[in-house]
């Protein structure tokens, strides 16, 4: 496999998915059962950053639960992320939304839907704009789901839309082998959703989730070609949510054998070594990008709680316009 | 002032708003089949088919509508409503609030309701209350020929999710209407007969029910007033109080089940907001605890009638002069 890409911007694939992890990991540490929790997606880094790296500012973003990899990788500011989170008035929506619902207009992620699949019931309307002149023209609108989302009806009713009205939709399915607490091997008798999909006659593909710079390759690809025709595409991420479901979890559900075998396969792991190998980065360059990352995060958290918290008049705010 | 139907009133005012606003687009099962004359004038992007998927047309609209198009979706009958509940109620009527204000909704939800075509309870249900009680969203189901067409243009301008039901007894019986463009604002209940010993409250259908009870009523010598809701979410609570405080005595008449319907809400706004005036216990004339049936016997009987209503009224009357 070649890396076409620049040494910098390779070393900033990785900074970024350690921004991710390192955001995601506070937040679990600070999780008790009865302060805010969040669903991460520790381990799924490189799908996020892969795909997000390979969109451009025209393009908008549909996410779900477990979104602060899309919008961190998107650029948006740890700081206002965890003060929302936390449900601080500096959060990207005033702290009216939480882990759970996060979205950020001035970034492109447009709409948030915590309801698995209320993401991909939204996405059409969004790329439907693009295609009549309500958005910047020739924009692409992405969606992120998981395997769990795809077992739900409206997955097929949105890719089927998409395709009968040529509408130009990135489906990235995050295909992370659990659903909230179940396996997806128990609920799916394929392997991959994009078994599924072929019937719908959209361009798809099966990447290797773990590996950014594979996912950012098929990103760009896919992205090209929905460009190039206005028709959508599916792209299939294959990764594994190394934590539980929602924090604090203690994974007893999960088979330890099968976990360490997916942690070795980790992506930061995974692309910090070929890195090194191919001396486009030495140690100290990496421990380097780890300071930094911590020092950010350090940061963000001071800002988070630093941050007021809403008014109570907030309670009946933007409810109507 | 032209006579037309309502399902036309509603033609007019939704072909007037895309011509106005080329925000404005309609999508939905046969809508570019049945609706030629916006095909015709709009063409196939701006009017469009689509697959009997109630979930993904909805949620096209919340999206699309969240990007700054208008979208008009019909749902075609109300118990279709529920395959689309995650969209209107979880994303079109929450997200703008959970976004801090980030996105507005603008889109119309159409669909039809009601006894008169013998359809059975899974295409007849009054669901309306439900959507009433979802917050965000504003709920309007008129009953004469000119509120379907004012309320729509209403419904299409504005900023945030509307829930259009249409009686489909009324869809097809030609009312007057006003050539010019004619709005009704959302929100505002009108007294549709004056009265001074009772006040009908009502909507769709059954405002015209209560006309004909408060013509028996007058021959007995009551005088009753009526107010058609034309809105349910926001309720008119002025109108409705400022009646109450005149008559003294409340019937709340609904086809839609009685359980937490439009009618409980409007009874405890007036039991909480206008007590001291009643002279009466608040009665309310309503649908029963059970789905719709398709025989026309059972269907019509499902519906408060007239004689039903006037028979209420007797009631709070006849109890006041019992206590009297």
Known sequence: MTHPTEPSQRLSMLESMMLIRAHEERLASLATPTSPGTCTAVGQEAAAVGVVRALQPRDRILTNHRSAGHLLARGADAGRLMAEVMGRADGYCKGKSGSLHISAEELGVVLTSTIVGGELSLAPGVALAQTMGQQEPGGITAVFFGDGAACEGIFHESINLAVTWRLPVLYVCENNQWQAYVRRDETMPVEHVADWVRGHRIESRTVDGNDVEAVHEAALEAAEVIRATGRPYFLELTTYRTRGHFEPDDQAYVDAGELAAWKSRDPIVLMTERLLRQGVAGHGEIAHLQQRVAATIDAALAFAQNSPWPDLRELTTDVYA | ?324
């Not at chain 2, 208008?70 to 703008?96: C, E, H, Q, W, Y």
């Open chain 2, 1 to 324: 002032m032209q006579t037309i139907t309502p399902h036309d009133a509603i033609g007019q005012a939704i072909a007037e708003e895309m011509r106005r606003d080329s925000r404005v687009l309609m999508f939905g099962e046969g809508v570019a089949t049945k609706r030629r004359e916006l095909v015709a004038e709009f063409g196939t992007r701006r009017v469009r088919n689509t697959p009997l998927a109630e979930g993904i047309i909805a949620g096209t609209a919340a999206g699309a509508a969240a990007m700054g198009l208008r979208p008009i979706v019909d749902l075609l009958f109300a118990p279709f409503l529920t395959l689309a509940m995650d969209a209107i109620i979880n994303s079109a009527g929450k997200l703008r609030f959970l976004s801090g204000g980030q996105f507005e909704f603008p889109m119309v939800v159409l669909t039809m309701t009601g006894a008169g075509w013998g359809v059975g309870g899974q295409h007849n249900h009054n669901l309306e209350a439900m959507f009433v009680h979802a917050p965000g969203l504003k709920v309007v189901m008129p009953s004469s020929a000119a509120d379907f067409k004012g309320l729509m243009k209403a419904a299409i301008r504005d900023d945030n999710p509307v829930l259009f039901f249409m009686d489909l007894a009324l869809a097809h019986a030609p009312g007057a209407v006003p050539d010019d463009d004619h709005l009704v604002p959302i929100g505002r209940a009108a007294v549709v007969r004056e009265g001074r010993d009772v006040t009908l409250v009502s909507y769709a259908k059954t405002v015209g029910h209560c006309m004909q009870a408060a013509q028996a009523l007058q021959a007995q010598g009551v005088s009753a007033e009526v107010v058609d809701l034309r809105t349910l979410k926001p309720i008119d609570e002025a109108t409705v109080l400022a009646s109450v405080r005149k008559t003294g005595r409340l019937v709340v008449v609904h086809e839609a089940n009685r359980l937490c319907g439009v009618g409980a809400e409007i009874a405890a706004i007036v039991g909480e907001k206008a007590f001291d005036a009643l002279k009466a216990p608040i009665a309310r004339v309503t649908g029963l605890d059970a789905p719709a049936a398709s025989s026309w016997v059972l269907e019509q009987a499902s519906v408060p009638q007239p004689d039903a209503i006037v028979a209420a009224v007797r009631r709070l009357v006849d109890m006041e002069l019992a206590t009297a």
